[in-house]
T-cell receptor, first 114, second 110 residues
Framework: DGGITQSPKYLFRKEGQNVTLSCEQN?????MYWYRQDPGQGLRLIYY???????QKGDIAEGYSVSREKKESFPLTVTSAQKNPTAFYLC?????????????FGPGTRLTVL | GIQVEQSPPDLILQEGANSTLRCNFS?????LQWFHQNPWGQLINLFY???GTKQNGRLSATTVATERYSLLYISSSQTTDSGVYFC????????????FGTGTRLTIIP
């Protein structure tokens, strides 16, 4: 099946630990995105990548890092510098660079920092 | 940056009722999408509609780009329509970021 997978679905970590969230797509999409959603809120953009080996900061990049070594994969690391990391994290991808195609979303990862 | 406002923030309806959700945006856009977020958090694409009108079953959407608003219509609501509906816009032309509204939470009562 074509789609976007995120793992794990639920993640618990102790304060001060870095954690990496996985996002994989087999849609052959160029662009990939990471969003954060807090309860009762809309989505806010953390990082995005329009092509392999390139990525840009979104609106709330502080305390996060990403890599884009392969077209299919766009992992997000939540570092200990992120002051309030507990949230729902959504990954998305889009078809063509500089296109107006729709973004498609993965099922999300719920991160809880204890 | 571009501002996206959705109204109403909450809507509670009886099964079978019709509803209209509104999305206002502050600048011209190249892309507008409507999403439904189900209770498990999955975002489902409903419409890609930067302008004009589209219909898909009981749902339809209209975007009037010159007046900077979009409407989502849900007819004959079912309990499975419950969830949060988001509007998101993208400026395009090199600015490839979707900006989301804060959503409308729709609750359909049997």
């Amino acid at each position: 099946d074509g789609g976007i997978t995120q793992s794990p679905k639920y993640l618990f970590r102790k304060e001060g630990q870095n954690v990496t969230l996985s996002c994989e797509q087999n849609l052959n999409h160029d662009a990939m995105y990471w969003y954060r959603q807090d309860p009762g809120q809309g989505l806010r953009l953390i990082y995005y990548s329009q092509i392999v080996n390139d990525f840009q900061k979104g609106d709330i990049a502080e305390g996060y890092s990403v890599s884009r070594e392969k077209k299919e994969s766009f992992p997000l690391t939540v570092t200990s510098a992120q002051k309030n990391p507990t949230a729902f994290y959504l990954c998305a991808s889009k078809g063509r660079l500089l296109s107006t195609d729709t973004q498609y979303f993965g099922p999300g990862t719920r991160l809880t920092v204890l | 940056g571009i501002q996206v406002e959705q109204s109403p923030p909450d809507l509670i309806l009886q099964e079978g009722a019709n509803s209209t959700l509104r999305c206002n945006f502050s600048d011209s856009v190249n892309n507008l999408q409507w999403f439904h977020q189900n209770p498990w958090g999955q975002l489902i694409n409903l419409f890609y509609i930067p302008s004009g009108t589209k219909q898909n079953g009981r749902l339809s959407a209209t975007t009037v780009a010159t007046e900077r608003y979009s409407l989502l219509y849900i007819s004959s609501s079912q309990t499975t329509d419950s969830g949060v509906y988001f509007c998101a816009v993208e400026r395009g032309f090199g600015n490839e970021k979707l900006t989301f509204g804060t959503g409308t939470r729709l609750t359909i009562i049997p």
